[in-house]
């Protein structure tokens, strides 16, 4: 998500340039993925194609949310179980994972708030 205008452009390009539908889902499936709905909406909203496929490959992206999502989750629940008699060097790391692990969390929290926002 923290990439730059000029990693969009590329995006965009490449988007634009596609030679068949393959091409423009793994395209728009990327900016969806990595940039701010900020830079993709109005590109998506305009052009009728991309609107369509931006609705079938949603599912999928929002699915690949939530396995991240959970596999999160999982992470923290083995973290909170490793911090139970763990020595405190350890114990420091662990947490710092943990921390980690709950901002990215709330990161795909607001990307999934983001992608839902369109249309």
């Known amino acids: 998500m923290g990439k730059s205008r000029d990693e969009f452009e590329k995006a965009l390009r490449r988007l634009s340039s596609s030679q068949d539908e393959g091409e423009v889902i793994y395209h ?3 900016l969806v993925k990595g940039f701010s709905s900020f830079l993709y909406k109005e590109t998506i909203i ?10 079938e490959i949603r599912e999928d992206i929002m699915s690949d949310l939530e396995n991240l999502e959970k596999a999160l989750l999982e992470e923290i629940y ?12 350890v114990s420091e790391k662990l ?7 709950e901002l990215l969390l709330d990161e795909i929290e607001s990307k999934k708030e983001e992608i839902r926002s369109i249309i």
């Open 46 to 55: 305009s052009n009728p194609y991309y609107k369509d496929l931006f609705f």
């Open 28 to 30: 728009l499936t990327y």
């Open 95 to 101: 947490k710092d994972l943990k921390r980690d692990c």
């Open 78 to 89: 083995s973290i909170d179980k490793n911090l139970k008699g763990s020595q405190r060097e």
